[in-house]
């Protein structure tokens, strides 16, 4: 088979042997892909550069069906995305992303979830530091919503009711979403109230808004919703880096 061309991040690398590197790249038209770059570690030994975690280029692999592991030819990168590395809290929301991606997404391609990481992770890397938490929830809920796990917002998830803008709620992570006032909910729910359901629908949009309200909870519902619903349970270590620093987020209480 010829070797394709494709776009392509780089989300995880293991060493495979004194001179190989074993890469997992989600690419925009390939899908998730795990590849043998041979020679990668020696080139890096001897100054010629090697595609960096959350780096985006231009790849060249073989793809030979019911092979686990591909042929990476060439890889030119068009991103080094350096500047994650630079705050803890932005490395730690890409990495949370990655798993996400690396957990769900599979070898069918999909370009909205390739450009919503990408875009994601552009805006994480280049914005304020004082935003930083707002950006990672956008680019994580982002994958949420694109990987079609997204939270029913519009709705009660008891009655099916259509909920007004201006209503109270109570999120009900096991059901996945909102229910309305006249429905009973769990007593871990949380409060939601008009202006917390906007922000999070900026968030599903891979939107930060601005003047993020209760951050701490914004990350602790996607901490509990992704390991309800898409990790099986098992919470990614990556979220204990994201607590935000007091002095740089309001904390008005969460249902305003």
């Given at each position: 088979m010829p070797a394709i061309a494709t776009?392509?991040?780089?989300?995880?690398?293991?060493?495979?042997?004194?001179?190989?590197?074993?890469?997992?790249?989600?690419?925009?038209?390939?899908?998730l892909l795990s590849v043998m770059a041979r020679g990668v570690r020696r080139a890096a030994s001897r100054g010629r550069g090697a595609p960096g975690t959350f780096g985006e280029g231009m790849a060249v692999i073989t793809v030979r069906d019911n092979?686990?592991?591909?042929?990476?030819?060439?890889?030119?990168?068009?991103k080094a995305r350096l500047g994650l590395a630079g705050d803890f809290r932005r490395l730690a929301g890409a990495s949370v992303a990655a798993e996400l991606?690396?957990?769900?997404?599979?070898?069918?391609?999909?370009?909205?979830?390739?450009?919503?990481?990408?875009?994601?992770?552009?805006?994480?890397?280049?914005?304020?530091?004082?935003?930083?938490?707002?950006?990672?929830?956008?680019?994580?809920?982002?994958?949420?919503?694109?990987?079609?796990?997204?939270p029913e917002l519009g709705s009660c998830t008891a009655c099916?009711?259509?909920?007004?803008?201006?209503?109270?709620?109570?999120?009900?992570?096991?059901?996945?979403g909102l229910r309305g006032p006249e429905c009973p909910a769990p007593a871990a729910s949380r409060r939601i109230g008009?202006?917390?359901?906007?922000?999070?629908?900026?968030?599903?949009?891979?939107?930060?808004?601005?003047?993020?309200?209760?951050?701490?909870?914004?990350?602790s519902l996607l901490d509990d919703f992704t390991t309800f619903h898409m990790l099986g349970g098992r919470r990614l270590g990556s979220f204990r880096f994201l607590d935000p620093p007091d002095?740089?987020?309001?904390?008005?209480?969460?249902?305003?």
């Open positions: 776009a392509a991040i780089l989300l995880r690398t293991h060493p495979y042997s004194e001179s190989s590197r074993v890469l997992r790249f989600y690419t925009r038209d390939l899908g092979r686990e592991l591909q042929l990476l030819h060439e890889f030119t990168p068009t991606v690396l957990r769900h997404a599979g070898q069918e391609p999909n370009a909205e979830l390739f450009d919503s990481l990408a875009a994601g992770l552009d805006r994480l890397e280049t914005g304020s530091p004082v935003g930083a938490t707002g950006e990672v929830l956008a680019l994580c809920w982002r994958m949420v919503q694109v990987l079609g796990f997204g099916g009711r259509a909920l007004e803008a201006g209503e109270m709620g109570r999120f009900d992570v096991a059901a996945g008009p202006m917390a359901r906007a922000q999070l629908s900026s968030l599903l949009a891979g939107e930060a808004p601005r003047g993020l309200l209760k951050p701490r909870a914004h990350l002095d740089t987020q309001p904390e008005e209480p969460c249902g305003d």
